[in-house]
């Protein structure tokens, strides 16, 4: 028997941990626990349980890691904490801000429960906060440098649709091409979050809805458009369902840093990603770090970790000896 594994929510994250586990031949899904009712929701998984929400703290000893897939506004504030005292857990808490106290939450919460909770799994946080920190180590003199898609963003495709008169809309954050090849000559320059990423927005308005209003709230929005070059444009439901149903993303992570004794000498180190599913590529890195989860807590570990705390060798379903044979 592998590793058990309990999903928590079963929307894109949830389907996505999912088709990880099957490739993962080390774990196996024990159950997923929705909020809906447990009768109206189909996995792809055969012979595996749906239960409700509330039944989850049963299942203590049937199930190894629970991996919570719900929001990080409202749902992992709370989850996640709660389920640190039965299960070890594994999180995509993405509120950067937010993350110091998150983890002193959880980490009360986990070391006295003797669990293991990893939080803000994915790839940013996640792979990308590993390659800032490594790079970071790697040349302590130079400048960080992120940007994000081209890709869909999910938080601000849900600002468009909350607009009053819009019946559906996604929006692609884009790097600013002059932008990113500045960093990666070396230039160091100092960029402004305008010049740093565009965002387009496509969007589907209800019928004699007044699109230069939307137009003009949608680029006015505080905390999401106001600070970027916008573009709105207005499409038919038929064309957004045909060209923009995909949840792609991906961005970069470059560090531009100096050596020598009179700092002569220009590195650039980028860390890159193209994913054709945002979702499913968390939930890929997520699969990783419940497996390592698992492994702490065999060791005896407790408390709250981040992925700065998780050697690499505690990932990979292949043995030190494996790795070292083969990858290093």
Not at 24 to 36: C, I
Not at 51 to 61: E, I, L, R
Not at 66 to 94: H, R, W
């Amino acid at each position: 028997m592998g590793i058990r594994i309990g999903i928590m929510g079963y929307g894109n994250l949830g389907r996505g941990i999912e088709c990880a586990l099957k490739q993962n031949k080390d774990m196996e899904l024990v159950a997923v626990f929705t909020r809906r009712n447990p009768d109206t929701v189909t996995i792809l998984t055969e012979g595996v349980p749906v239960y409700h929400v509330d039944d989850a703290v049963k299942m203590q000893d049937k199930i190894d890691v629970m991996i919570l897939c719900g929001g990080s506004a409202t749902d992992l504030p709370e989850q996640t904490k709660m389920y640190a005292q039965y299960f070890n857990v594994v999180d995509s808490f993405d509120t950067h801000a937010r993350i110091p106290e998150h983890f002193e939450a959880v980490d009360a919460a986990a070391k006295a429960s003797g669990k293991v909770g990893v939080i803000s799994v994915g790839w940013d946080p996640g792979m990308f906060s590993l390659n800032r920190l490594y790079a970071n180590a790697i040349l302590p003199n130079g400048s960080d440098y992120t940007f994000w898609g081209k890709g869909v963003s999910q938080g601000h495709s849900d600002a468009i649709r909350r607009v009053e008169g819009v019946l559906d809309g996604k929006q692609y954050t884009i790097p600013v091409d002059s932008a990113l090849e500045a960093v990666r000559s070396g230039k160091n320059p100092e960029l402004t979050t305008r010049q740093k990423h565009t965002r387009e927005c496509f969007v589907v308005a209800k019928e004699g809805a007044d699109k230069a209003r939307i137009e003009a709230e949608i680029k006015n929005m505080p905390n999401y458009f106001a600070d970027y070059d916008t573009t709105v444009h207005f499409i038919s439901m038929d064309e957004l369902k045909a060209n923009h149903s995909g949840i792609p993303h991906g961005g970069f992570v470059i560090r531009s840093g100096k050596t020598g004794w009179n700092e002569e000498n220009t590195h650039i180190i980028e860390y890159s990603l193209k994913l054709d599913s945002n979702p499913e590529f968390t939930s890929s890195v997520i699969v990783a770090y419940a497996r390592a989860a698992y492994r702490l807590s065999k060791e005896g570990q407790s408390g709250c970790k981040t992925v700065f705390d998780i050697a690499p060798v505690y990932l990979s379903a292949q043995s030190p000896e494996e790795l070292r044979k083969h990858l290093l």
